[in-house]
């Protein structure tokens, strides 16, 4: 017997675009029609029972609401940038965390939207003009290419970076095949390149020299991606002076314990959450560990 992820019924989540609406006249709206209510660690974000189908609905339509899961959401305010901050976003394309963190910046600064794939130029476009962000640049280069010390990236002061990854956490329908354990022969070497870029981008996060914090996400549950890839770089970081600090203090499943400090770590999980998101946040000593706006 073989169990599919998509049988397991599964909340649905919209973000609200706080660019063009409000919560409370989002949720007024809504009411009509749905049984919705506002989800109580990101408050942007609202849930809807299993199957409703918003994808036709005129605020969806509108770029005021966006269909955005609950983990994916979460990363974007783990990085909390301040409205006036400079921040880029490494890995951006289709765009959903970069107008999520447009609308927590309440369209002020400025976001360099970073993204390698020709083709995924376009959906990051698309999905910028939709959501009415009007501080986010999008460039097309990679993220390795971008020097820490041009000084058009002087004053950076936040980076996401949500590289390529398997997708073991959201794409692999087989429950079977998702054991830890699990891991085909053909895979393995997958893995190992993509955590080797994962790896690289979040070194070279690192290095640039006005950044106070950097969040690192993935939608994969192998450790490889996830928590070897933070370990790997916890000295480069401490020698810059970053340090993992915790996020969502509230939320109970935290990295693997593979090292000291893996509590940080915010895991979710494919069975309890319905998708497996990995989130770190590396904040420079001497920085306030939650700016407040
Ligand atoms: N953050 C996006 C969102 O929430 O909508 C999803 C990002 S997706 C997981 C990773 C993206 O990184 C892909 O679009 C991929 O083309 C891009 N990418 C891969 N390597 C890159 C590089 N070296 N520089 C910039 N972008 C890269």
């Known amino acids: 017997t073989s169990y599919k992820i998509s049988d397991i019924p599964k909340p649905r989540y919209a973000r609200v675009n706080t660019l063009k ?33 918003l994808h036709d ?3 969806v339509k509108s770029g005021s609401v966006f269909l955005q899961g609950k983990a994916s959401s979460m990363v974007a305010v783990a990085l909390w940038p301040k409205p006036r901050w400079e921040v880029i976003d490494a890995c951006a394309a289709p765009g ?3 107008v999520h963190l447009a609308a927590l910046m309440k369209g002020n600064g400025k976001i360099i939207a970073c993204e390698l794939n020709k083709e995924r130029i376009k959906r990051l476009k698309d999905t910028v003009r939709l959501a009415g962000a009007t501080n986010v640049k999008v460039k097309h280069e990679d993220f390795l290419n971008m020097s820490p010390e041009d000084p058009a990236y002087s004053k950076v002061q936040a980076i996401l970076l949500d590289p390529s990854c398997s997708g073991s956490g959201t794409v692999v329908d087989r429950l079977d095949h998702l054991l830890p354990s699990y891991t085909a022969e053909s895979d393995v070497n997958r893995l190992e390149k993509l955590a080797a870029f994962q790896k690289k981008a979040l070194e070279h996060a690192l290095s640039f020299p006005a950044v106070e914090r950097i969040v690192y996400s993935t939608c994969s549950i192998n450790q490889v991606e996830n928590e070897d890839v933070i370990k790997s770089v916890l000295p480069l970081a401490s020698s810059y002076d ?10 109970p499943r935290r990295g693997h314990p593979v090292f000291d400090g893996s509590q940080h770590l915010l895991r979710t999980d494919l069975i309890e959450d319905k998708e497996g998101f990995f989130i770190a946040l590396f904040v420079r000593k001497g920085m306030s560990p939650s700016p407040k706006n």
């Open 242 to 251: 970053f340090e993992l600090t915790t996020i969502f203090p509230q939320w």
């Open 96 to 98: 959903n965390k970069t």
């Open 57 to 59: 609905h005129p605020l």
């Open 21 to 53: 609406m409000d919560v409370e006249s989002a949720l007024l709206e809504f009411k009509k029609q749905y049984e919705v209510r506002q989800d109580a660690m990101v408050p942007d974000l609202l849930i809807f029972p299993p199957r409703t189908d």
